[in-house]
C-alpha cells in the first residue's frame, strides 16, 4: 500500500480520496440510501444467497444492502482513477487554464452522479446538486494558476493572471465564486425553502472562502497561493459535506 500510495504522488493520492469521497457524498443524496426501501438483492433465488441470508440475514437487508452498492461504486472510480494514473504515467493531475477548471469540476459532478447511479438511479435533485458542486469546484480551482504562472509563463500557457494580470484575476476569480456559491444555494433553497440557519450556516464558508482570495489579492505570489489553495481545498469539502447532507435530510 505505501509503495502504491508513493508512486501515485501526493497529488494524485489527494485526488483520489477526494473522488472517493465525493462518490459516496453522491450516495448519500439519494432517496434510498441506507433506507429500508432500497431495492432488494436481483439474486434471492439462488441457492447460494438463500444459504448465506439464512445464516446473516442482516447482510441483506436493504440499509447494508445500500451500503454495499455504495462502497462498490466508490472502488469502481477508484479503479477507474488508479487505471488512468497507471496507464499514462506522465498524465499530469493539474493543468492551467481554464480547460483545466472546466475538467475538474467536471470530474466532481461525475465522481458524485457514480455514487447516485450506484444507488440504483439518478435522481433530479442530486443531478442538480453534483452540477452545482461541479461549478463550484470549477471556479475553485482557478485558483491553481496563481501558483504556477512562472512555470506557465515560460511554457507559453495562457492563463488568467497572465492575461489580465494578477489583480483583475483574483477579482475575477472573487466574482466566479460568489456566483458559483449563489447557484449551488439557490437549487438548495429551491428544494428546502428559504431557511435563515441554513443561510446562516452556509455564510460561514462563503465568507472564509472570499476572504481567502481577498489576502491573495494584496499578495499574490506562489507562497501566498500555495497556501490559499490549501484553504480553499478545506472550505470546498466543508462546503461539500454541508451541501450533502442538507440535500439528504429532504429526499
Known sequence: MKMIWRQLGRERARILLLLCALTLAGAALSPDFLSPA??????TGTALVQWAAARVPWLFSPPVWSLWHALVTVL?????????????????????????????GAGVTLAMTAGLMGQT?????????????????????????????????????????LIVGTRTAVLINIAAVAAAYLLALFLLLQRIGMQERVLALFGLPVGAHLQVLRQLGQDPGPAQARKASRLVLIIFLVMTLLYVAAQAACV
Do not use: K
Open 121 to 161: 438511479g439518478v435522481t433530479e435533485v442530486g443531478l442538480l446538486a453534483a452540477t452545482a458542486l461541479g461549478v463550484l469546484a470549477a471556479v475553485t480551482t482557478l485558483i491553481g494558476d496563481f501558483i504556477y504562472m512562472d512555470e506557465d509563463r515560460a511554457a507559453g500557457r495562457l492563463t488568467l493572471p
Open 76 to 104: 469502481l472510480v477508484a479503479f477507474l482513477w488508479l487505471g488512468a494514473s497507471y496507464a499514462y504515467p506522465s498524465l499530469r493531475p493539474r493543468r492551467s487554464g481554464p480547460g483545466a477548471s472546466l475538467a475538474n
Open 38 to 43: 432500497f431495492p432488494s438483492p436481483g439474486m
